[in-house]
């Protein structure tokens, strides 16, 4: 049985390695021309050839902050499908073509997916393990601008301190990289690598809130005071 479980460890991560990458996985422009566009790199790193489609959503969020996709033509890729072929790479071009005066940050997903292979001439279809890469693209307005209000909230002792963060501007908030600062009589920094995980999202988008719970990231008494510190202003 061991032995078994290795050679099926052994499949997996050869599989892996050839499984193609997509740079990047997220990505930032703006709606206006000049500026509303992003190359794709996909690489195909195995001895096959990668056939691929590309296909667009737009974001949405519903009540309980779960993510909503519908298929949209406010962005244009190209080439919408392609066979990439084998130790090759192609570039794709996606551009933003829908209204260009928005009021807030639109998100997207991005998603290549790759397609069966062709049957074998036998006509018994080749097994094959397709990936989908979904990647996250943000679309801000011209005039976009970050607003995070922090509100430090520690009125229930059983959870704890949690730090409240809204985004009250129309752009997306890049939390990716931040530091968490904790005030217990001594102020002491927490590195992004440490929380991240405790947060719903690493982008926040406008008029959303999310919560950090202190108390794992804390243990030097009571929390007096907490801030982020955004990367880009540190």
Not at 24 to 31: F, N, T
Request: proline share 5%; glycine share 4%.
């Amino acid at each position: 049985m061991l032995k078994k479980a290795m050679l099926w460890l052994l499949v997996l991560v050869a599989v892996l390695v050839d499984a193609y990458e997509v740079e990047p996985m997220i990505a930032e422009i703006q709606a206006t021309s000049g500026h509303n566009r992003v190359t794709y790199r996909v690489a195909n790193p195995s001895d096959t050839t990668l056939p691929l489609e590309v296909e667009v959503y737009k974001r949405s969020f519903d009540d309980n902050q779960v993510e909503q996709l519908v298929e949209t033509d406010d962005i244009i890729v190209l080439p919408p499908q392609i066979e990439v072929g084998a130790q090759s790479y192609q570039v794709f071009r996606a551009q933003f073509i829908g209204d260009p005066r928005l009021a807030e940050t639109q998100s997207y997903r991005i998603v290549f997916k790759q397609l069966p292979l062709k049957s074998e001439p036998d006509g018994q279809p080749e097994i094959n393990m397709v990936f989908n890469f979904a990647t996250l693209l943000f679309v801000n307005p011209q005039q976009g601008v970050e607003d995070l209000q922090q509100k430090l909230e520690c009125n229930d002792a059983e959870i704890g301190c949690q730090l409240v963060l809204t985004n009250n501007g129309n752009q997306v908030v890049n939390l990716n990289g931040s530091q968490l600062i904790i005030d217990s009589g001594n102020e002491h920094a927490v590195e992004w690598t440490m929380y991240r995980e405790l947060l719903p999202v690493s982008y926040l988008m406008p008029s959303h809130t999310i919560r950090l719970a202190l108390a794992s990231l804390n243990e030097q008494g009571r929390v007096q005071d907490a801030r982020i510190e955004l990367a880009d202003d540190r």
